[in-house]
């Protein structure tokens, strides 16, 4: 396992991997990814700041944060916040969000693969959702290590490859391009073994447990599908890849549709997305 010390904010840039994380940043651009978070999973900001125990003294770094679901409660317990995320205009609304709060954080465009900041200067690492979206896991993960300091928490939530957002994962697969060579499916990080493998023996006393996000948003698998084509950028991305080929338009529709109508039980209608919860502490 590699113990890296090299500055990697000054790592030279790989055109092809940059032109990938374009791609990425244009992605979760599209729609209205601040609606999902709002709407649908903002518990899941509360629970990973809740998990890491995170304090006032506490400096933090929120890899892939998106409009700041975890960062502004992390904030809010009066801890030191930097929120780094790919994609700027996410960081805009987060932004607009805290100064809404009266809360006060660092926003900053950073790729989860090379964080801008020196090893060992947090004393908590959290990701909601956001690091396994990296393709690169095992980049990803030398880096959430790399910055947080020995006795210092990496905290992370992930959606499970056989959960709700797993297979959705799944069912978007025929739809759109493969991906490329080196890129490991998102997913995988609510895999409890792949993620201590990533971490390996540089983390010890790793606290890992599964739960359920109860969506109670969407009353039918219809409202659901027409919510995340509309708003959630990889779905809106399938289906802008689809171009004006009805019938595959027609196919997806029904398969996002009924993914959730099976996924819907109770009155009211409720969804269980499962996630992995994993805390580890930096040896
Ligand atoms: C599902 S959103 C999660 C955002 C936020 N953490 C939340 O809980 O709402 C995934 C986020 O990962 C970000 N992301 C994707 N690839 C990234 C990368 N390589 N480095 C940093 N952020 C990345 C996206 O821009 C997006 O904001």
């Not at 599209?30 to 518990?43: F, K, R």
């Not at 700041?49 to 904030?75: F, Y």
């Not at 390996?200 to 948003?217: F, I, K, M, S, Y």
Request: net charge negative; charged share 20%; hydrophobic share 45%.
């Amino acid at each position: 396992m590699s113990q890296t010390t090299a500055p990697h904010h000054t790592r030279p840039t790989d055109p092809v991997d940059a032109a990938l994380k374009a791609r990425h940043r244009a992605m979760w651009a599209l729609g209205d990814y601040p609606a999902v978070a709002d709407q649908v999973i903002a518990a899941l900001g509360p629970r990973l700041v809740r998990a890491a125990g995170v304090g006032p003294d506490d400096r933090v770094l929120d890899v892939a944060a998106g409009s700041g679901n975890a960062s502004l409660p992390a904030a809010a317990t009066g801890a030191t916040v930097v929120a780094g995320d790919l994609t700027p205009d996410l960081l805009s609304t987060g932004r607009r969000a805290a100064a809404a709060a009266g809360l006060d954080l660092t926003w900053e465009e950073a790729d989860a693969e090379a964080l801008p900041h020196p090893d060992a200067s947090f004393d908590v690492v959290l990701s909601c959702v956001g690091v396994m979206f990296a393709p690169h896991h095992q980049v990803a993960a030398d880096e959430l290590v790399r910055v947080c300091r020995p006795g210092g928490r990496v905290a992370l939530l992930s959606w499970t490859p056989t959960g709700f957002i797993g297979r959705l994962f799944a069912t978007l697969r025929p739809y759109v391009p493969a991906p490329p060579p080196g890129a490991s499916p998102p997913p995988l990080w609510g895999d409890e073994a792949h993620v201590r493998a990533l971490l390996g023996d540089r983390v010890e006393h790793v606290e890992a447990t599964t739960e359920q996000l109860a969506v109670d948003r969407f009353a039918t698998g219809g409202e659901f599908r027409d919510f995340f084509r509309e708003r959630y950028g990889p779905t809106v991305a399938a289906y802008r890849g689809l171009g004006d080929d009805v019938d595959r338009v027609r196919a997806l529709d029904e398969a996002l549709a009924g993914l959730a109508d099976e996924a819907l039980t109770g009155d009211p209608a409720t969804m269980g997305w499962e996630y992995l919860l994993l805390v580890a502490h930096r040896a």
